[in-house]
């Protein structure tokens, strides 16, 4: 395999945290370094216990790194992952891949001038992957998913759309082949200042229709997603990680159980790496995949100015 990826994250919060670990635990890499250069002290107590460095100043910090995963606050990515790219290094951006598609497309622009691989944390598709949806030899007709969390201080640079409901929008878009043609949407501007509740109805050109129903003001949390298909239905709780399938075609009933599953975020770190050795052909989530998640969130945000309620 030779020598181990040394492994950088940008942003020494939760999900950098994360991400540290994954890199300090992964087959054939290591953590390197951590950089966060608004909470030194931070980035220290993250990356010395994992037998990495921090550092404060951006160059040095690449010097150090072989490969570098973005979590810092969303409106920070296209900075970091810019910078990364540019220094000839393969980027992993926790979702959203950025906040505009004028940024979105100069991360890829500069990865294709570098032929570098870029990949985007939308996890979710792992476990889309392990039940088999993506197998299902059929165009979904209708889908419903609500996503709702509880009041949290995490991600309030971005809308609950950008937060929450562009995991199931990512899914919507990679379940069908179908392109999105029409959206509408109403939400609810709260504690945060933004977009705290939203409730989104994309229509596709083949008459898929998805409704997005995602808030992080709710009093508990709820994970769930109905699927119609010409065939029949699936419902998934993904809190209890149950579904009811009556489409007759064979899905994973024991899909918690994998281990791709088990650690989502390990899994999608491990398919970064193997795609930048060249032992995979793509990671799980390319820079297009998220690019085009973002265009439809975007979209979703633009028809709740037309209907939002502002508190």
């Known amino acids: 395999m030779g020598e181990p990826l040394r492994g950088g994250v940008i942003g020494a919060g939760v999900f950098g945290g994360h991400h540290a670990r994954k890199y300090a635990g992964a087959e054939g890499a290591v953590l390197s370094a951590v950089l966060d250069t608004h909470h030194p002290d931070r ?50 951006i926790e979702k959203p891949i950025a ?35 993506f197998d ?29 409901m562009i995991h199931d929008l990512d899914l919507a878009l990679s379940l069908s ?25 994309v229509t596709f050109d083949d008459g ?5 129903d995602s808030s992080r003001m709710a009093l508990e949390r709820k994970r769930s997603m109905k699927l119609v ?13 149950k579904f009811r399938n009556t489409t ?12 791709a599953v088990k650690d989502t975020l ?12 060249g032992d995979a052909p793509r990671p799980i989530v390319t820079a297009d995949e998220a690019a085009r998640a973002l265009d439809l969130a975007l979209a979703v945000e633009h028809a709740l100015e037309d209907r939002g309620l502002r508190r």
């Open 229 to 241: 298909y010409p065939s029949g239905e699936v419902e998934i709780d993904f809190i209890s990680r």
């Open 43 to 92: 980035a220290a107590a993250l990356a010395v216990p994992l037998g990495g460095r921090a550092f404060h100043k951006l160059d040095e910090f690449l010097e150090a790194c072989d490969v570098v995963t973005v979590a810092s606050p969303a409106s920070a990515h296209i900075e970091g992952a810019l910078a990364a790219l540019k220094a000839g290094k393969p980027v992993y």
């Open 99 to 133: 906040i505009s598609l004028a940024d979105a497309d100069k991360i890829m622009a500069e990865a294709a001038k570098q032929s570098l691989v870029v990949a985007c944390g939308h996890q979710e598709r792992v476990v889309f992957q392990a039940m088999g949806l």
């Open 136 to 164: 299902i030899p059929e165009q979904p007709l209708r889908l419903e998913s609500i996503r709702h969390g509880t009041p949290s201080e995490r991600s309030l640079d971005v809308s609950v759309v950008l937060d929450l």
């Open 208 to 212: 898929f229709t998805a409704v997005f």
């Open 177 to 201: 082949t179908a392109q999105p043609v029409a959206v509408e949407g109403e939400g609810v501007v709260d504690f945060s200042g933004g977009w705290d509740q939203a409730r989104a109805e």
């Open 248 to 259: 007759g075609f064979a899905l994973n009933e024991d899909y918690a159980d994998a281990p």
């Open 266 to 277: 390990a899994t999608s770190v491990e398919g970064f790496l193997a795609a930048v050795r």
